[in-house]
Every structure is written in C-alpha cells, then in structure tokens.
C-alpha cells in the first residue's frame, strides 16, 4: 500500500497520547502539525519526532506532501477545518463531535462527498474487541431479540484535561459532547440500530463552571424498541465502565470496556451458563487508522464514518434538549 502522509491540525493532547503512535503503528507517517501558536508548532513537532511545522490551516492543507488531515483541535474549530481540508482534497479523519450542531455537521460531510474524499469519525470505540464481540454475538442470534442496554462510561476526567471541555461552552464544553456522544455510536454500532427518542437528566456537581453538566443519565430508545440507559460522568473517580445487552435468550455482560485502552471482557449468559467471548485486544486507535488508510486505498470505509459522527451527534443533541427541556426529544435525522 501507498504511504499515507498525516498532517495533524491541533496540537492536542489525544494526538500526542495515542494518535500520533497509531498513525506510526499502522503504517502512515506524521509530516506536519499545525498549531494556532507557531511556537507551540515548533515545540510539539520536536516533541514528538514531526518533520514540519505549521501555524495556519492553509499553510498545512495546502502542503502536496501531505494526503489526509487529522483534525483534534477543540469543537468549534473542527467545522472550518476540515471545510478547507476537503477544498484541498485531503481525506480528513475528524474528531467528535464533528460539530457544536447539525447543520454544520451535514456540511462538512456533504462536502467531503462533493471533493470525493474519504471521512471519518474518530469515534474509536467500535474498533474495541469488546463492541466487536458483541456486535457479532447479537448479529448471530446468540441472545435472542434484545431488549434493553446500559452504558456506565462514568469516569474521572484527569487534571490535564481540565480545560475547556468544563469551562468553555462556546467549545463545545460538557460531558454530553464529550462522552454521551460516543456512548451513542457504540449503541448504534452493537445494536445495529438507530435511536429515536432520548430522555435525560444532567448533573452539575462542581467540576464544571458556568453551568456546564459534569454528569448526566438518560435513556435512549431505538427503532427496534430497545432501550438503552447511559450514565456519563466526569466526576467519579472510582466507578468501573462496562456495557451490557439483555436480550430476550441471554445477556451480554461487557466489563472495563468503555475506555481508551485494549482492554476489558464480555461474558455472555444464558440458559447453558455463562462463557467469556474470545477477544483479540488491539489498539483501537491504530485499528481505526488503518482502516482509514484502507478506505482511502478504496477497500472499504472507515470504521466510523462521517455519517456516523452526524448520526451519533444527533443523539447527543437530543440528550441536551431533553435535559433542558425536561421532555423525551426526538432525536433528528
Ligand atoms: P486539548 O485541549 O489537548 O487540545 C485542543 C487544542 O487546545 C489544541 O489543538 C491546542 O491548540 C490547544 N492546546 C492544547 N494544549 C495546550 C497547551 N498546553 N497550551 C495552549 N494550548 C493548548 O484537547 P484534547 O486532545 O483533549 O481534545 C481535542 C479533540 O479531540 C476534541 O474534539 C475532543 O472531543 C477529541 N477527543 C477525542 C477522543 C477520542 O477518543 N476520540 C479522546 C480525547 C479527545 P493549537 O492546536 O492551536 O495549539
């Protein structure tokens, strides 16, 4: 396969953590970062090994030696950015959520269609072994027709990322666009299946200001009638993750699974007893790109595509609302 050259628009601490190395582990190289600061381009690319540096999107997008973008900046940005990556004809791997709201989100994949490149969401929990397992094990019948789920992705957002995501709702701040949204991607993802409706109720418990939600819990209900509960949280630091399917032949018992990390099990039980699914742990971020760098090799599509970030930010849009306006909410198409 051809070598796929990245150029990383933010400076940001995911790309440093995991995303550079996954882009490097699945074969791709690093070219250039981009960061508002010239000097903060200057001393990330030396951190972390990065040939060029850049202070302006243009200057980055419109580099011929570079063939997809990766766009980690805070929310609000992420919309203009990757407009001008599509209009230079870089493929673009975007975080989540794509956008503060809909309507841009629809733009941006819209324009990616027009420009004939590939997008995708970097909604990195269906690349887990975990979701994967279930997702197979409720599309081979193995527990019968589900019929409820629940998300405990309750976590204790670490100091460093104390930032804007609690303080800034101009950014996008909020641990409903920040978590609720991947717990909707990884329901539509096992369930295959699409919400409708949510109902939710938010918490501010202190460690967001100026009226950000540090914690909520809700409901989704799918097309299928399956209802799935999630419980999100920036705040509890001892609280365990996991994601479980119950479903009218057996239940799916996934444990320590809604996390960064390769890690976690799943037991399914039913009238036979309980067994632990075979799992293959992988990096979840390295998997996403490399089925990025297939997708633009044209076999197939990204894990998580562009319609899947708007899809998934849809129902976290919707939680928003109905936490607001105390009503289940309709979840927009
Ligand atoms: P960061 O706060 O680390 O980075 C966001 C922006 O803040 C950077 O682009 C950078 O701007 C600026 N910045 C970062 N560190 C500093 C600093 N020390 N001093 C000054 N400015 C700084 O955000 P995250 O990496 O946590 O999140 C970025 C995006 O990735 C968000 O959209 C988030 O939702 C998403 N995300 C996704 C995850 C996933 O698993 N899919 C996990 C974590 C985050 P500049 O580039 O201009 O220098």
Known sequence: MTLVRWGLIGASTIAKEWMIGAIRDAGGEVASVMSSDAARAKDYAAANGIAKHVSDVQALVSDPDIDAVYISTTNELHRDQLMAAADAGKHVLCEKPLALDLYDAHAMVAACHEHGIVMGTNHHLRNAATHRAMREAILSGKIGKPLFARVF????????????????????????????????????FVLNDEP?????????????????????????RFKSGVLAQFHDAFTTRYAETGFEVHGTEGSLIGRDCMTQQPKGEVILRNAQGEESLNLHHENLYARGVRLFHDAIAGGGQPSATGEDGVKSMAAALAAMEAAKSGRETEVAA
């Open 153 to 188: 992705h309750a976590v204790f957002l670490p100091p460093h990322l104390q930032g804007w995501r609690i303080k800034t709702p101009s950014a996008g701040a909020g641990v409903i666009m920040d978590i609720t949204v991947h717990d909707a991607d990884t329901l539509r």
């Open 196 to 220: 409708t409706h949510v109902s939710a109720m938010v918490q501010k418990a202190g460690m967001g200001e100026g009226g950000v939600e540090d914690g909520v819990m809700g409901v989704m």
